[in-house]
């Protein structure tokens, strides 16, 4: 004989439960450490990466003349570390492409290059899908002479048009939270 009995599906966490213990993590690990405000300070806010929601903490510190990023989630009750990146400008934005949504970082290189890591979360880990870069390069693969700023995508060639259409879907947005240099967009 067999007897079959529900199983309640695991509760989601109230945007509430996540805040606070969000709050309570940076407060410990983050505002109170010299390693990320000890030359300036943090821009922290929570973002709903996948929309599961569930939002993450995405905190931007200092880090010398550029920053570094950390990205976390709450998980079994948890804050769990999702990624830990240096060297961006800033946090670009969160967009959604063919429905999914992903987490993007734009990052520079003195005027030499820029650029913009586009992530996309899988389980507790950001996944690295595209980088689209802006380089001052050789036009030399184009047979022609001197150099210029060429587009990429996953370093092949994508055009002036594509490089401009991927920037402006960063802005094409629902909501867009401004401060100072940087935009949230989700």
């Not at 001197?146 to 802005?171: A, C, M, Q, V």
């Amino acid at each position: 004989m067999l007897i079959t009995v529900p199983v309640s599906a695991a509760k989601k966490p109230s945007k509430k439960t996540v805040a606070k213990a969000y709050e309570k993590f940076l407060k410990k690990h983050i505002w109170n450490s010299r390693r990320y405000t000890g030359q300036g300070e943090t821009i922290d806010t929570f973002v709903d990466i996948n929309k599961d929601g569930i939002p993450e903490l995405v905190v931007q510190y200092p880090n010398g003349t550029k920053y570094g990023v950390l990205v976390y989630t709450y998980k079994k009750g948890k804050v769990v570390r999702m990624t830990s990146k240096k060297g961006y400008i800033g946090i670009s934005s969160v967009s959604q492409q063919k429905n999914k949504k992903y987490l993007v970082l734009q990052w520079t290189q003195d005027r030499e290059s820029s650029g913009y890591d586009v992530y996309q979360m899988k389980g507790t880990k950001l996944k690295l899908v595209y980088r689209y870069t802006y380089k001052y390069e050789s036009l030399s693969e184009f047979n022609q002479g001197g150099y210029d700023y060429i587009p990429r995508k996953n370093g092949r060639y994508i055009g002036y048009t594509n490089y401009d259409k991927f920037e402006r879907s960063l802005r094409n947005c629902k909501y867009q939270d401004y401060k100072d240099w940087m935009f949230f967009c989700y």
